[in-house]
């Protein structure tokens, strides 16, 4: 008796929180599936936003095809990368002309981390990475703490306060553990490095689009993000770098392309950096995946990062609810945080058969991702997720455990 009425009333629940739900309409601005399937990837790779595909063809049909080489100045495409940068910045808590676009995330890591230990007191030999972090910032701070003459450090993030110290050059921290969903604490080990006399580069992949990161507020040094989870810019979609801006002219990039020189077209052998963001830039933009990613931020127009935050903790707070009404109980134990000061925007759990639980949940349409060796992770993405998709998503959850 109780399964049904749970089923009534969260099915119920779900209504109300929809109709309540201020960023209802944003759905429509994308191109999703039929009803029966819930996509809770979009921390992986961002749905299509319906302009796209209209907005890529002009791209290749005119300014490409017809335009060809006058692109470059007439469609603007030489400075994409710093205007899609300052339609970034403000989902950052950056300012316009601290944050450029181009890249992979991996790459704009290392450019970030040997320019944080080249301004960073030469006496000060440890980069301090987090020890869960997504295997590539690890490799990437690897090789470039053996470049730099720099001892690797691996800590803990919750332990990173007590191991910053007079050694650090820089603490390398990923914002919202890609596993777990941990937010970690960016205000206070900002703070702490500071203290220590260390500078701090954030990865944002996971909390860019997803909840207000405030890198001008909180006096980050540098940080980096990708596009193509909460901001949906397309597979492969480029990366951001942002310098603040009082650190911009002692950022001396470890890979200083042509893009990134004063006077590119003035082909000198000599290398002389430009000012502010475009210092960031290396060799040509990948223009296409650029000016897609540009196209798909216009579903940001006139949207509060606040008001995301509010529904992704909606959101992920009433999938914890779903889950602990339909599952049975002990069937799978939650590793994100139940506080929202520690929470991103997904929900994983651990169960033992987490790969085939994963697989019948995709073919029966809730589409999630397992991460090696037995996560389930669920992200939500507050622009195209509604509270339907969740009550679904955890009612099918129960079904397929309780069919195992
Ligand atoms: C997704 C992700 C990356 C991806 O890096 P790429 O260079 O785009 O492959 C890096 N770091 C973190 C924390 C991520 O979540």
Redesign the pocket.
Known sequence: MSDHVHLVSLSEKARELDEADGLRAKRAEFVLDDDDTVYLDGNSLGALPATVPGRMADVVAREWGRLRIRSWTESGWWTAPERIGDRIAPLVGAASGEVVVGD???VNVFKALVGAVRMADPERAEIVVDAT??P??GYIAESAARMTGCRLVAVDPRELRTALGPRTAVALV?HVD?RSGRLHDLPGVTAAAHAAGALVVW?L??SAGALPVGLDAHGVDLAVG?TY?YLNGGPGSP?FLYVRRDLQPRFDSPLPGWNSHRDPFGMSPRYEAADGAPRGRVGTPDILSMLALEAALEVWDEVPIEAVRDKSLALTDFFLECVAAYLPAGRVESLTPVRHAERGSQVALRCADAGEVMGSLIARGIVGDFRHPDVLRFGFTPLYVSFADVERAARVLAEVLSSR
């Open positions: 992979s995330t991996s972090t997504f590539t910032d990923n890609y990865d992949c996971h990708c989870k990366a």
